[in-house]
């Protein structure tokens, strides 16, 4: 949903090693950090384990600095089983890692008896060599099939504009090239094959897709077309489409909606500012989104509902609401499956380590009365958060893991933790004991502070 890596756009602002979110690009320069690493356990400055136990348990930390410079952006498979992400390898020695994110899934392993989530398999590169990559997103009924955004060659070095906060250095950038591509992948349909599920059948010429083992457009149109993801039927594409002329000194992306079954594209949100990062609501009838709608280069999070024609698909967009309005970065929101909050990444006022924190949702309340609380407590910054498509789960970017000797900062991983029952599944207590923030986006707990 998320794509060119949910561009973690300014997030961690100066040299930051996240993972990009949705629409964002890699720094131009690429880090060189040695192969194989030594890792040494980074202070831990707040125990985040006790912090956030109400909300998450049973934390698991499922990509490593030893296999990735930096991994990020992670969306489940429709029925838990498998992850797609993107990340830089490590580099063989004597060589510099990639410069962009590639296109990775990678199947989760569970404990036999518990049947919890422990780790990953390995890890299969889907994406071309050398191209840049962003949000992945499995298709809802064949889960074998997956939907990123892709350059599929190596970009140009010469992008024009970017987005980016204030003066900070991070620069999130639109690759011309980008299109949206699909890719049947091998390795899952054999897995399905070989272990079959109770919600997938596996046609008899899954293995003769045109993208079986090879990326391929599902569209093609000028500029940059990422930050995908489907509707719950798999015929609806949401996406964010840099427009043909420039706003300002920068590229002004828009949200667009793609018919699978009519092969039509249809603007929804074509606000002037950044719009993008869309997702479908659990019942498909809003979808939620970023927005730099004031032009001040801070994200605030919308939702809005979604108008119909009589064949039931989308024609636009009714009653937009924004949840969030502060002088915050609010990054890369997901529902959660009761449809009633959203997750998302927020900077803090100085910008300096991004959380991840829920609000409700309300198509009334002003933003300023959307009610927030805080879920992640660490040092390092948490964003990226999205949830299992049951609610057991929620995968997330984060920096609290060991630190490699000789870097400044524990780099961005992958994450896993079990949703406390009780907690964002009874949205009517979750934020009982929170009250509103006006102008700030802390919603936590008295004297809560990052």
Same mark, same amino acid.
């Given at each position: 949903?998320?794509?060119?890596?949910?561009?973690?756009?300014?997030?961690?602002?100066?040299?930051?090693?996240?993972?990009?979110?949705?629409?964002?690009?890699?720094?131009?320069?690429?880090?060189?950090?040695?192969?194989?690493?030594?890792?040494?356990?980074?202070?831990?400055?707040?125990?985040?384990?006790?912090?956030?136990?109400?909300?998450?348990?049973?934390?698991?930390?499922?990509?490593?600095?030893?296999?990735?410079?930096?991994?990020?952006?992670?969306?489940?498979?429709?029925?838990?089983?498998?992850?797609?992400?993107?990340?830089?390898?490590?580099?063989?020695?004597?060589?510099?890692?990639?410069?962009?994110?590639?296109?990775?899934?990678?199947?989760?392993?569970?404990?036999?008896?518990?049947?919890?989530?422990?780790?990953?398999?390995?890890?299969?590169?889907?994406?071309?060599?050398?191209?840049?990559?962003?949000?992945?997103?499995?298709?809802?009924?064949?889960?074998?099939?997956?939907?990123?955004?892709?350059?599929?060659?190596?970009?140009?070095?010469?992008?024009?504009?970017?987005?980016?906060?204030?003066?900070?250095?991070?620069?999130?950038?639109?690759?011309?090239?980008?299109?949206?591509?699909?890719?049947?992948?091998?390795?899952?349909?054999? @897995?399905?094959?070989?272990?079959?599920?109770?919600?997938?059948?596996?046609?008899?010429?899954?293995?003769?897709?045109? @993208?079986?083992?090879?990326?391929?457009?599902?569209?093609?149109?000028?500029?940059?077309?990422?930050?995908?993801?489907?509707?719950?039927?798999?015929?609806?594409?949401?996406?964010?489409?840099?427009?043909?002329?420039?706003?300002?000194?920068?590229?002004?992306?828009?949200?667009?909606?793609?018919?699978?079954?009519?092969?039509?594209?249809?603007?929804?949100?074509?606000?002037?500012?950044?719009?993008?990062?869309?997702?479908?609501?659990?019942?498909?009838?809003?979808?939620?989104?970023?927005?730099?709608?004031?032009?001040?280069?801070?994200?605030?999070?919308?939702?809005?509902?979604?108008?119909?024609?009589?064949?039931?698909?989308?024609?636009?967009?009714?009653?937009?609401?924004?949840?969030?309005?502060?002088?915050?970065?609010?990054?890369?929101?997901?529902?959660?499956?009761?449809?009633?909050?959203?997750?998302?990444?927020?900077?803090?006022?100085?910008?300096?380590?991004?959380?991840?924190?829920?609000?409700?949702?309300?198509?009334?309340?002003?933003?300023?009365?959307?009610?927030?609380?805080?879920?992640?407590?660490?040092?390092?910054?948490?964003?990226?958060?999205?949830?299992?498509?049951?609610?057991?789960?929620?995968?997330?970017?984060?920096?609290?893991?060991?630190?490699?000797?000789?870097?400044?900062?524990?780099?961005?991983?992958?994450?896993?933790?079990?949703?406390?029952?009780?907690?964002?599944?009874?949205?009517?207590?979750?934020?009982?004991?929170?009250?509103?923030?006006?102008?700030?986006?802390?919603?936590?707990?008295?004297?809560?502070?990052?």
């Amino acid at each position: 949903m998320r794509t060119a890596l949910t561009a973690l756009l300014v997030l961690l602002a100066a040299a930051t090693t996240f993972g990009q979110a949705p629409g964002t690009a890699p720094p131009t320069t690429p880090p060189s950090p040695a192969p194989q690493p030594a890792l040494a356990a980074a202070p831990e400055l707040l125990d985040w384990r006790t912090l956030e136990a109400p909300l998450l348990a049973n934390h698991v930390q499922l990509t490593s600095r030893d296999m990735f410079v930096r991994a990020g952006e992670q969306y489940f498979s429709p029925d838990s089983r498998w992850m797609v992400f993107q990340a830089v390898p490590v580099a063989a020695a004597g060589t510099e890692p990639d410069p962009f994110y590639s296109m990775y899934v990678a199947k989760l392993r569970r404990d036999p008896a518990s049947g919890r989530i422990t780790g990953i398999e390995t890890p299969i590169r889907i994406s071309p060599p050398g191209s840049a990559n962003t949000c992945g997103w499995f298709h809802p009924k064949e889960p074998w099939s997956v939907m990123f955004g892709s350059t599929l060659v190596r970009p140009a070095d010469d992008q024009k504009g970017g987005f980016r906060v204030g003066t900070r250095t991070y620069k999130w950038l639109f690759p011309e090239e980008m299109d949206i591509v699909t890719r049947g992948v091998r390795e899952i349909v054999n @897995d399905y094959r070989e272990h079959p599920s109770a919600r997938f059948t596996v046609p008899v010429d899954a293995l003769m897709r045109d @993208d079986l083992d090879t990326a391929v457009p599902l569209f093609t149109r000028p500029r940059y077309d990422a930050e995908c993801s489907y509707s719950a039927s798999g015929r609806f594409v949401l996406y964010t489409r840099v427009r043909e002329e420039n706003l300002a000194d920068r590229p002004d992306p828009d949200i667009y909606l793609y018919d699978t079954v009519t092969d039509t594209h249809r603007p929804l949100v074509v606000a002037e500012g950044y719009d993008g990062g869309p997702f479908f609501s659990p019942d498909g009838k809003m979808i939620c989104y970023r927005s730099d709608r004031s032009r001040n280069d801070l994200l605030q999070i919308y939702v809005a509902q979604l108008a119909f024609d009589a064949s039931g698909a989308p024609t636009g967009i009714v009653n937009e609401h924004a949840l969030t309005d502060n002088g915050q970065v609010n990054w890369a929101p997901f529902w959660h499956t009761s449809g009633k909050l959203l997750v998302y990444g927020n900077s803090g006022a100085d910008h300096s380590n991004y959380e991840v924190y829920a609000v409700e949702v309300s198509l009334t309340k002003p933003a300023k009365e959307c009610r927030t609380r805080r879920v992640t407590f660490a040092a390092g910054a948490d964003v990226l958060p999205a949830f299992s498509p049951d609610g057991k789960y929620m995968l997330w970017t984060s920096q609290r893991g060991p630190m490699v000797e000789g870097e400044s900062k524990p780099s961005s991983q992958i994450w896993l933790a079990e949703c406390v029952p009780g907690g964002f599944d009874r949205p009517e207590t979750l934020f009982a004991p929170f009250s509103p923030s006006p102008g700030a986006a802390s919603g936590g707990a008295p004297g809560d502070s990052k």
